[in-house]
Structures are given as structure tokens and as C-alpha cells.
Nanobody, 118 residues
Framework: QVQFVESGGGSVQPGGSLRLSCDASGRIGSIYDMAWYRQAPGKERELVATMYNGGSKNYADSVKGRFTISGDNAKNMLYLQMNSLKPEDTAVYYC????????????WGQGTQVTVSS
């Protein structure tokens, strides 16, 4: 079983910044990717940013240049630095672990609310 502790969400004005943290503990395999997803009210969950097992990173077009994903694989920690926040970034943000080895499994955090409003 994998447990998540997500933190860093909150309310901020447009143009502000927040840093999300995800601490994943438990029995995670040796090869996995970590990612942040978000889900806004009335919308489907969408991929925000991925940090692949090899270290490469990928971002949704909507957050490129504003968000930065980082992490410490040895500690199963994942971060999302969010700058220049916009009202459309308002959503619940979820930490995700996509395990590839020894078997395919996917784990989700409980989510943290981010609200961008003036």
C-alpha cells in the first residue's frame, strides 16, 4: 500500500505563487514515474506535469513556463512550483505514482485545493 501526504495548496491572488509537495511512502516499485494532475469543477482530470523515472520532465501546454516539477526519487518526494497563477489554474491537484516495475500499478494522493481569485 502507498500513502500520500500532499500539502501546499491554498488561496492566492492572480499572479501569485504556490508550491505543492507530495510525500509518497510505502511499497513503491523500483521503476516509476511521478506526476501532478488537476481537476477543476465540472471538468475531467488533466495531466499537469510529469517527472519520468529517467529524470526527464513534461508539461501541459497551459502551464509551460509557469510551473516547474521537481522531486527526490530516493525519498519519493514530488514538488510543483507554480508561478504566475491564473484563475483557470483553480482546481484540486493530485499527486500520482505510475509504477512500471515490478508490475503496473497506479497510485493517487488525496488531492489539495488550489484557488486563484482576486
Amino acid at each position: 500500500q502507498v500513502q500520500f501526504v500532499e500539502s501546499g495548496g491554498g488561496s492566492v491572488q492572480p499572479g501569485g505563487s504556490l508550491r505543492l509537495s507530495c510525500d509518497a511512502s510505502g511499497r513503491i516499485g523500483s521503476i516509476y514515474d511521478m506526476a501532478w494532475y488537476r481537476q477543476a469543477p465540472g471538468k475531467e482530470r488533466e495531466l499537469v506535469a510529469t517527472m519520468y523515472n529517467g529524470g526527464s520532465k513534461n508539461y501541459a501546454d497551459s502551464v509551460k513556463g509557469r510551473f516547474t516539477i521537481s522531486g527526490d526519487n530516493a525519498k519519493n518526494m514530488l514538488y510543483l512550483q507554480m508561478n504566475s497563477l491564473k484563475p483557470e489554474d483553480t482546481a484540486v491537484y493530485y499527486c500520482n505514482v505510475d509504477q512500471h516495475f515490478p508490475d503496473r500499478k497506479e497510485y493517487w494522493g488525496q488531492g489539495t485545493q488550489v484557488t486563484v481569485s482576486s
